[in-house]
Each structure stands twice: as structure tokens, then as C-alpha cells.
């Protein structure tokens, strides 16, 4: 009955109302691609007051008007560090049997701590990093953590014992941390916020797949030329990196960038009243208050948000389990 009632029905002959519904939707798709949110003002000078800002809209030193051939060159160096810090992580962990019998070392313990120390290494050292980018600058940070990190790759390559082994790689960790602690900031500093989403995700391409790929790594390197050789050719892989990083890399940081054009300007045109324009008048941090509030806030954060304390509990189990498999499963 239905299909009779459909064929007695009108013919739907001219389609203008279906075909104006296309033309404004089809306009309506066109108009979310191309639409973008429009960037905030930059922060001019204004000699007057005494406020020091950018010279204008279009300040090549400013890093969001930074060459895209720039910004995607800095985005890469930073994503391959990023990459070897965690592939160190875990490509150690086929090797560990041959360091057990070079040291002797009957504790599955000692064993699965040699690998795991690391980690511990990227929790202590973001909270003391983290505040140094913002007083120093993320490249400081960034090469001096780079270099604190391949320099324990050789103590780690020539240990005396075991014990020195966990030392070694902890204190790796700690320097291994610096990409991952300035990585978010750089890519904020150079994109604005609708432009991220490809920096992000080819940043993040590093901590997910290094874990991974470290192991079947280090399983062929300890197995062909032994397992100090994990740590040589992290070494060489990381010294690279961060002679590129060194040679390549610029300040992203806005803040340290205009505090250090303040300084050039107070001197130049002999007036100490100059502040920058990202300093108001009634809240400004000498560097040890921004170390300690580094220090102490994500703390605060870690044990009176729930949600936080939850997240981090449910990172901690994931991860050791993980860890936890790398280490037995040789």
C-alpha cells in the first residue's frame, strides 16, 4: 500500500529546493576549511610608557613570523630527539641478560632496575627543567639537557658494576627529559593555536614509537656486538641530534626573548625604567619564585586533583607494566 500511495504521489520535478540545500551546505563546508581563527595581536611598544614590545605585526623576530622552512626544520630536530630519548628507555632491555653475566648478577631486581631507572629519570627531571625554560629559555634547556643526556650514555657504556649502571642510566633520564619537557612550548611558541594539530602530532610520533622500537633494536645490537654498544650507538645518535639542534635551533621563548631586548634597550638608550610589555606592574616573579612554584605546583596538582591523582595512577600502572614486560620478557 505505501508503494501505491508513493506512486500516486507528485513528481518531484525541478529539484530547486533539494539543490539550494546542496549549494548551502557545500558553501557551509567550504567556509569551516578555509576559516581560521584570526591571531591575536602582538604587543607593541610604547616608548612613551616605558612598555618594550614587538617593532610591528610582522616582527621577524617574533617566532610566529618565524619562515615556515624554520619552524618545520626546528619541529623536526626536536621530534627526532624526542624520539631517541624514549627509543633509550626501553633498548637496553634485550641486553640486559648480557650484562647480567658480565657483572654476575643473579638479582632479577638489580636486572629489571638497570631498564626502569630511566623513567624515574623523566619524572624528577621535568620539575626542575620545566622552570628553566621559562627563566632561561627553551634552548638552553633544550641543548643542556640534550648534551647531560649523551654524556651519561658513555657512563653507561663503560660502568664498573651494576650499581654505577643505575646511577648512569637514572641521570640519562633526567637529561633525556629535556624534550619532553620543552616540546609543547616550542610548538606553542612558533604556531598559533589553529596550526598545532601537525606539529603535535608529529611531536608525539617520538614518545609513542621509541618505547616500542627500542627493543627490537637493542636486541640485535647486544646480540651482534654486545650489549655496551646500546649505549655507544645512542651516543652517537644523540651527540648528532644535538649538534643539529645546537647549530640550528633559535629562542622560542617570547618572554626571554623580550626580557633580553629590554636589557639591550635599558643600555642603549640609557633608561632603567623600561619593562616588557609581558610584565604588569603588579605581578612580576624574581627566577627563584618561578623555580620553586615549578617545583612545588605540579605536586599540589598531583595530590589535591583527583582527576590528576588519578590520571598519574593510571600512567604509573600502564607503564610499569610495560617496563615490566620489556624487562621479562628476554
Known amino acids: 500500500m505505501a508503494s501505491e500511495r508513493g506512486a500516486c504521489g507528485e513528481p518531484d520535478l525541478g529539484h530547486e529546493e533539494v539543490e539550494l540545500m546542496d549549494v548551502g551546505y557545500l ?3 567550504t567556509r569551516q576549511h578555509k576559516a581560521r581563527l584570526a591571531p591575536d595581536l602582538l604587543p607593541l611598544s610604547d616608548f612613551d610608557n616605558g612598555i618594550v614590545g614587538w617593532d610591528s605585526q610582522a616582527d621577524g623576530t617574533m617566532p610566529l613570523n618565524f619562515p ?3 619552524k ?3 619541529i623536526s630536530l626536536l621530534s627526532t630527539i624526542t624520539f631517541i630519548s624514549p627509543l633509550a628507555s626501553s633498548m637496553f632491555a634485550p641486553a640486559v641478560s648480557f ?3 658480565s657483572f654476575d648478577n643473579k638479582s632479577l631486581l638489580l636486572s629489571s632496575l638497570t631498564v626502569s631507572i630511566f623513567v624515574l629519570g623523566y619524572v624528577c627531571g621535568p620539575l626542575l627543567l620545566a622552570p628553566l625554560s621559562e627563566i632561561d629559555g627553551r634552548r638552553f634547556v633544550l ?9 651519561w650514555q658513555i657512563g653507561a657504556a663503560l660502568p664498573p658494576n651494576i650499581s654505577a649502571l643505575i646511577v648512569f642510566r637514572f641521570w640519562a633520564g633526567i637529561g633525556g627529559a ?40 637493542g636486541g640485535f645490537i647486544s646480540q651482534r656486538i654486545g ?7 645512542l651516543l652517537i645518535a644523540g651527540s648528532c641530534v644535538t649538534i643539529g639542534i645546537e647549530l640550528l635551533n633559535r629562542e622560542t621563548n617570547t618572554r626571554v626573548l623580550m626580557r633580553r631586548k629590554v636589557c639591550r634597550l635599558q643600555q642603549e638608550l640609557n633608561r632603567p625604567e623600561l619593562r616588557s610589555c609581558y610584565d604588569t606592574a603588579t605581578q612580576q616573579h624574581s627566577p627563584t619564585q618561578i623555580l620553586l612554584n615549578g617545583i612545588l605546583r605540579p605536586l599540589k596538582m598531583l595530590f589535591f586533583s583527583p582527576i590528576m591523582f588519578l590520571l598519574s595512577l593510571y600512567m604509573s600502572v600502564a607503564y610499569g607494566l610495560l617496563y615490566l614486560l ?3 620478557i628476554t
Open 27 to 29: 558553501d557551509d563546508v
Open 68 to 70: 615556515d622552512t624554520q
Open 72 to 74: 618545520w626544520l626546528l
Open 99 to 101: 650484562m647480567d653475566a
Open 143 to 151: 641543548t643542556g639537557a640534550n648534551v647531560f643526556f649523551c654524556v
Open 178 to 217: 629535556g624534550c619532553l619537557v620543552t616540546g609543547a612550548g616550542v610548538i606553542a611558541d612558533l604556531f598559533h593555536p589553529d596550526r598545532r594539530g601537525l606539529a603535535s602530532s608529529i611531536y608525539t610520533l617520538g614518545p609513542l614509537f621509541g618505547p616500542v622500537v627500542g627493543p627490537i633494536c
Open 227 to 233: 650489549w655496551r654498544w646500546v649505549f655507544w650507538v
Open 326 to 328: 620489556f624487562t621479562t
